[in-house]
């Protein structure tokens, strides 16, 4: 499983998302914010009602605009991060 922090390759130097599986996403996401607040973010039931990655990965791939959604959050939780980390470091 790739790295979720793993630099982007030459191919693609700007995309984020290259090289990563919708796995390492979800669980990136999971890690994160829990599954009440993925569902607080995104409410999807495949969150709140007994939530788990694999019944998640499920309902994403058959499902391209819940997929957008949850790849839009994950590129806004890793801006957070590097804001975060940007503030914290001293000047």
């Known amino acids: ?3 979720a922090a793993a630099p982007a390759s030459p191919s693609q130097p700007r995309n984020p998302l ?7 996403i ?3 996401l999971e890690a994160a ?9 995104i409410p999807l039931r495949c969150f ?3 939530p788990s990655v694999s019944s998640s990965l499920k309902f994403l791939r058959k ?3 819940a997929r957008e959604k949850v790849e839009s959050l994950y590129l806004f939780m ?6 975060q980390q940007q503030g914290a470091a001293p000047r």
């Open 26 to 28: 979800v669980r990136a």
């Open 48 to 50: 709140e009602s007994d």
């Open 33 to 41: 914010y829990g599954w009440p607040g993925l569902n607080e973010r």
């Open 1 to 3: 499983m790739p790295d």
């Open 78 to 83: 890793l801006r957070d991060q590097r804001r």
């Open 18 to 24: 290259h090289g990563l599986t919708l796995e390492a």
């Open 63 to 65: 499902t391209p605009w």
